[in-house]
């Protein structure tokens, strides 16, 4: 081979062809090969990125001793074997001192060993989610094409789903149903591996994954990628095996084909989830890998030949031209933002352009690679919006901005104020604060899960507040679900009975539906406190006979968007006077919310309401305009 260190940057052998190696240096997946010593001759500038050091640093040393020590044996032992025997080997490993998960890609190559790793902590987290509900999920597995089982480990008992049966090529309930049986079809070149592996996993009740060759009955040999994961019984010791099956033939051939260098690179950067192209300093397409195909709905081979003006809308193609001229001129990468429409979706994506140089150093060609950052950037907003939201929240509570704002109900038989529904406000900081509705900030706190200290700011209010009449507080699903916030309520309503005994607690249907055992939980406590409790938004939902029945209810409010159109919709009437009618028969009183005008109250209380609220009874005001 020559000296294995000369060559192209990094140390990259000459074997590696043409500009492909600058090229790998911008791939987000870490690259490295080993010569027959397992010492490193090449490493891309992500492999130095994720191991801490710069890759050049590295060359001449074992890239094992450079990993944590619960990463090292495993990927050593697969480096030998595949420079021993010239079979590519996959692993994935978890370093508890970096708290993630990595995969290695181990391919032998004309004596050397290419490493490819990536960090794949979000998937295996999510195929540990997916493996944890494989017994209640088995039809999940018809639709995206993977073989589920299960090995029951004290009866013996082995079940194959009907995909998995496709798989080994037999009619659904031809498999025996036993390991005995399963063991068979194994190649027995495999069969000695496959078992040492599943039993360290019933002896460590660690995660498994493995490549096996099966044999099918009509004798045609494939290839499966087997992943799974011990089930665990009450006292530690593995009851069940639970796995999944994906037939990867076509892979492992494609795999075992890789000869050349240029094959092997060019696989890897077909692989790469990122946007990967070439062009000529015209701004000619000379390569593109499978992503880009993706993003534009096009094959790869479509793309070589056109121009960024054939494929992208003016104000892209323009920015892209831009960055391709300054990157050539400047000699650096130029870096910027991009929206693509994938699948239908706007994606964002972080773009590197930088210069392919040719022999002389000079700028030949141009390379773009795009990065889907969609997610992170999601995630970054959300968090940010939720920081601000925490801020908003806890400062009002601190600095005395929450407001209680109240909106009267009427009896409609006699007239009178008989109840206040208690709704907050929030005043804004700053020299001229302003008072802020419950839509500019309970949405955001309510989807971020900080209602919590509003509504027990709420209840508080409510015990303390000297209004004789009857106060209604809404409660949120969030809070009801919370056990620590519950007890904080309970604990704010034990120590006032007088003031518990003349609150009404208001719960959506919504809320009722989606969170029903909390829902119930909060009702069963506040009632033996001497609170009562509505069923507010009544007749949105279709589980209106469902809290009627289960839930100790006094009241039902009916939702505006039937009150409102009373007066001109036949329909809107019937629906109304129905809910009157059921609310009589469970011997619930009724409030018609959205009263808006005089027509609109008379008819509710001729069709035989109980009480009444809207803007033409009062709107919401602070608490002290609202006595009487």
Not at 41 to 68: F, V
Not at 242 to 253: F, H, K, S
Request: proline letters at 5%; one cysteine or more; glycine letters at 8%.
């Amino acid at each position: 081979m020559g000296d294995p260190l000369a060559g192209g940057p990094h140390g990259l052998p000459l074997a590696a062809p043409g500009l492909l190696p600058v090229i790998l240096d911008g791939v987000a997946d870490g690259i490295a090969v080993l010569d027959r010593d397992g010492r490193c001759i090449y490493l891309n500038e992500s492999a130095g990125a994720m191991l801490g050091q710069a890759p050049a640093g590295m060359l001449g040393s074992r890239l094992w001793n450079q990993l944590p020590e619960d990463l090292r044996l495993g990927l050593r032992q697969a480096c030998e074997a595949a420079a021993e025997t010239g079979v590519a080997d996959r692993l994935v490993g978890r370093s508890a001192k970096l708290g993630c998960w990595f995969e290695f890609r181990v391919l032998p190559h004309d004596g050397d060993v290419v490493i490819v790793f990536r960090d794949v902590t979000d998937e295996q987290l999510a195929h540990d989610e997916l493996v944890e509900h494989l017994d209640r999920n088995f039809e999940a597995e018809r639709i995206v094409g993977f073989g589920v089982w299960r090995w029951e480990l004290r009866s013996g008992r082995v079940r194959w789903s009907d995909e998995l049966h496709r798989i080994y090529g037999l009619a659904p309930g031809d498999f025996g149903g036993t390991v005995d049986a399963f063991i068979s079809y194994l190649h027995p070149e495999d069969r000695e591996r496959v078992w040492a592996t599943v039993s360290r996993s019933v002896e460590t009740l660690e995660p498994f994954i493995f490549e096996e060759r099966i044999m099918r009955p009509d004798g045609e040999e494939r290839v499966l990628l087997s992943k799974g994961r011990v089930i665990a019984d009450s006292d530690g010791s593995a009851e069940a095996l639970v796995g999944v099956c994906y037939d990867v033939t076509e892979r492992a051939r494609i795999e075992r084909a890789l000869g050349a260098s240029e094959r092997r690179m060019r696989a890897i950067i077909d692989n790469s989830p990122s946007v990967i192209s070439v062009k000529d300093l015209s701004g000619r397409y000379l390569m593109s890998n499978l992503e880009s195909g993706r993003v534009l709905g096009m094959e790869t081979d479509e793309i070589v030949g056109k121009y960024c003006t054939d494929l992208f809308p003016p104000e892209i193609a323009e920015a892209q031209r831009a960055n391709d001229a300054r990157a050539a001129s400047e000699g650096d990468p130029v870096y910027d933002d991009v929206v693509f429409v994938r699948n239908g979706e706007p994606r964002n994506y972080v773009t590197s352009t930088f210069v392919l140089p040719d022999e002389e150093g000079f700028a030949l060609e141009t390379c773009t690679i795009a990065t889907d950052v969609t997610e992170r950037r999601d995630y970054e907003t959300t968090r940010r919006e939720r920081a601000e939201c925490a801020e908003q929240i806890t400062s009002a509570l601190a600095e005395d901005r929450m407001l209680v704002f109240g909106q009267p109900i009427i009896d409609l038989r006699s007239g009178a104020h008989a109840a206040s529904e208690l709704l907050v406000r929030l005043q804004s900081a700053g020299e001229r604060p302003e008072t802020l509705a419950p839509g500019r900030f309970l949405p955001a706190a309510e989807s971020f899960g900080l209602i919590q200290p509003i509504d027990i700011w709420m209840v508080r209010q409510a015990t303390v507040l000297s209004d004789p009449v009857v106060l209604e507080v809404n409660i949120s699903a969030v809070t009801m679900s919370d056990p620590a916030a519950r007890r904080e309520i309970v604990e704010l309503l034990a120590g006032a009975p007088a003031a518990a005994a003349r609150i009404v607690f208001e719960i959506t249907e919504t809320a009722a539906a989606t969170h029903l055992d909390a829902t119930f939980a909060f009702a069963k406590d506040i009632e033996r406190l001497g609170c009562r409790l509505a069923l507010d938004d009544f007749g949105t939902g279709f589980g209106s006979f469902t809290y009627l029945r289960k839930l100790p209810l006094s009241f039902i409010k009916i939702d505006v968007s039937f009150v409102r159109g009373m007066v001109e919709s036949l329909d809107d009437r019937r629906v109304v006077q129905s809910i009157i009618g059921i609310a009589k028969q469970f011997d619930l009183a009724t409030v018609a919310e959205g009263v808006e005008n005089e027509a609109t109250l008379e008819l509710v209380r001729e069709l035989g309401a109980d009480f009444a609220q809207g803007f033409h009874i009062g709107r919401p005001a602070p608490i002290a305009a609202v006595r009487h």
